[in-house]
């Protein structure tokens, strides 16, 4: 890591870099069922190999208000890599057939699941479909034999997420600083991509 200047006490970021302290979070049970039902008209629907396209546009619709670019850097060759593989798998949230959620589980790694992608588009937030959907990924996750279900979040991603991971029976375990370059200064994102997340310019 790059040696960062000290200064009253705070460490100085180099500009254009978009800091994002993330926080991981497992659960090493099933916490107990809950019966939830999605609003009238939501489903759920796992999507085996993915079109590029049709991935690229969900995930820009459910992430680009929260600065997500993690999949926005891959190649389409390095996408199919990942989306496609038989351990990688795609759920979409759709409302009266429309794409308005993403649920992605990682089942790569032996004994343990990553939640890698879990949000909804902005009409489903707040809806009562996350509790729903985070019920969905449980169920999914401790289908397979495993001994721990585990995620991170960010603090650009939406003000609720912590604390409904944590309500969800996610416990935090680590703290983690990302230091990447802004995707919205390499032209990785519009620069209208999370408002929220100010833009200090490289200079
Ligand atoms: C994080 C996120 C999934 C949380 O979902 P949400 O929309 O707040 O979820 P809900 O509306 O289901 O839940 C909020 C709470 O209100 C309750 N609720 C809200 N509206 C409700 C309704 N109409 N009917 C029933 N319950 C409702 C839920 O039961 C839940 O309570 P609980 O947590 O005590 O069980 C959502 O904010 C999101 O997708 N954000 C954008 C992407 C993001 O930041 N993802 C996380 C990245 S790691």
Redesign the pocket.
């Known amino acids: 890591m790059t040696e960062l200047e000290l200064e009253e006490g705070f460490y100085l970021l180099p500009r254009g870099t978009l800091p994002s302290l993330v926080v991981c979070l497992e659960m090493t049970e099933r916490p107990p069922p809950r019966h939830?039902r999605p609003?009238d008209g939501v489903s759920l629907r796992h999507v085996h190999q993915p079109d590029l396209d049709w991935y690229r546009a969900l995930f820009t619709k459910?992430g680009e208000p929260?600065v997500w670019y993690g999949r926005r850097l891959l190649t389409d060759d390095r996408l199919r890599a990942v989306i496609h593989d038989p351990k990688i798998e795609v759920r979409v949230v759709e409302h009266h057939g429309s794409p308005e959620?993403l649920m992605e589980l990682d089942f790569r790694k032996d004994g343990e699941v990553e939640l890698a992608y879990?949000?909804?588009a902005d009409a489903?937030?707040?809806?009562?479909?996350?509790?729903?959907?985070m019920e969905e990924a449980i169920t999914q996750a401790f289908h397979a034999p495993i001994r721990r279900f585990w995620?991170h979040?960010c603090n650009w991603?939406?003000k609720?997420?912590l604390a409904?991971y944590q309500?969800s029976g996610f416990k935090p375990y680590r703290f983690a600083l990302d230091l990447d370059p802004d995707p919205r200064l390499t032209g990785v994102l519009p620069r209208s991509a999370g408002p929220h997340a100010p833009i200090i310019e490289a200079g």
């Open positions: 939830c609003p459910v929260w959620g879990f949000g909804l489903l937030i707040g809806s009562g479909a996350g509790r729903w959907l995620v979040t991603d939406h609720a997420a409904f309500r």
